[in-house]
């Protein structure tokens, strides 16, 4: 196999950025589209001279497919994802790769259960920066983690949340900023960090005229009893993020633009009983980094996705590695709207029943201007 067949499952901004961006992929060739709106999948399909479905299946099923990409709203990524791999397709799904740790459990399990390959859209682990401080964690250079911060802000105007009927509602989306803006971030929170295992979170819709959170907080807590926080928004500019994971050797810094790693001559668990002046304090130097050049873009992590299924190279994005931020999410919305304390893993059937609840009360939009675009600040 040269190239992968790959057809697009939802072609509205993302699902068409996703055809521009595969051009510039040498191992995979665009063969078909499918969008529920005719005139879209129409549209589309002869734009790019491929065919085009309105029924998901029907493209699977058609064998012109070696693997789908699913770009279509997030309810629908793990109906359209276990049904392609269950029929022989491997797959790449939008973040998050699902609503619910429940939902996601079923990717997961038709991943291992089929073989085929399976990633997610989570292109920031691209990112020279993020390889960097993944590598210093991997190699021990931060020592055991002992606290962790993100803070990552987000500006959406309502001109955004109104540009679709299904944005910023419970029934539509499962959720706001979290489960549409941030996961990205937390993914790379989660892929260096972990998973805490505790939640105490606030959420809240401060700004926006939607009925689904625009602001959320949290504090965390690891297994190892580390502490953390994190915060994230749709209501703050400019939108930079701020990240720092310190360690009993070392910490690092992440401010959007750079990373810093800041290295203790002595663990400080050590020099803290071993030192006898009351004053004294642990050395610290801070190392040069050689930030590995990277191309952190949806085009990076299509090449990736076809070259692991032309020739088993290691995902960068691994489908299954998907459900962390799945359960960071649920487990902030779940301790946020409740008011309680919530642990990972997230109980399955609580969750499933707080998101039933919120979905009876979602309400349908009145304000909807529809709009398709593609953020043009992403990277291609």
Not at 103 to 128: H, I, S
Not at 294 to 322: D, M, Q, W, Y
Request: glycine share 8%; charged share 25%.
């Amino acid at each position: 196999m040269k190239k992968v067949k790959i057809g697009i499952i939802g072609i509205g901004g993302m699902g068409q950025g996703h055809a521009e961006s595969m051009k510039k992929v040498k191992e995979a060739q665009l063969v078909a589209v499918c969008d529920i709106e005719p005139d879209r999948a129409k549209e589309v399909g002869e734009k790019h001279g491929v065919k085009w479905f309105t029924d998901y299946k029907e493209l699977i099923d058609s064998g012109i497919a070696d693997a789908v990409i699913v770009a279509t709203p997030h309810y629908f990524h793990p109906e359209i994802s276990v049904y392609a791999m269950e029929k022989g397709l491997h797959v790449l799904s939008e973040k998050p790769i699902a609503v619910t740790v429940r939902q996601a459990d079923t990717m997961v399990e038709a991943a291992k259960k089929t073989g085929r390959v399976f990633a997610v859209m989570y292109q920031l682990r691209n990112n020279g920066m993020f390889v960097a401080a993944k590598k210093l964690i991997q190699e021990g250079k931060l020592g055991e983690i002992k606290r962790t911060l993100l803070v990552n802000p987000w500006y959406r105007t309502q001109a955004y949340y109104d540009s679709g009927s299904w944005r910023a509602t419970w029934k539509g989306e499962g959720g706001g900023v979290l489960i549409n803006q941030a996961p990205h971030m937390i993914d790379i929170f989660t892929w260096l960090a972990g998973l805490p295992k505790k939640f105490e979170a606030k959420v809240r819709t401060k700004l926006h005229n939607i009925e689904v959170e625009d602001e959320a907080s949290s504090l965390l807590e690891y297994e190892n009893g580390a502490w953390g926080y994190y915060y994230t928004t749709t209501n703050e500019v400019p939108a930079i993020s701020y990240l720092e994971i310190a360690g009993d050797k070392g910490k690092i810094i992440y401010n959007g633009a750079s990373l810093r790693f800041f290295a203790t001559k002595q663990p400080i668990s050590q020099f803290t009983f071993n030192n006898k002046s009351m004053w004294a304090s642990v050395e610290t130097k801070e190392k040069a980094l050689r930030i590995p050049k990277k191309e952190a873009s949806h085009g990076a992590i299509i090449k990736n996705f076809c070259r692991a299924i032309i020739k088993g190279e290691t995902l960068v994005s691994p489908g299954i590695e998907g459900i962390n931020s799945v359960e960071f999410i649920n487990a902030i919305l779940l301790s946020g709207y409740k008011g309680k304390p919530v642990e990972t893993p997230v109980d399955r059937d609580e969750y499933d029943a707080f998101l039933q609840d919120m979905i009876k009360k979602s309400k349908d939009k009145t304000t909807v201007r529809v709009q398709i675009q593609t953020d043009p600040n992403l990277k291609k």
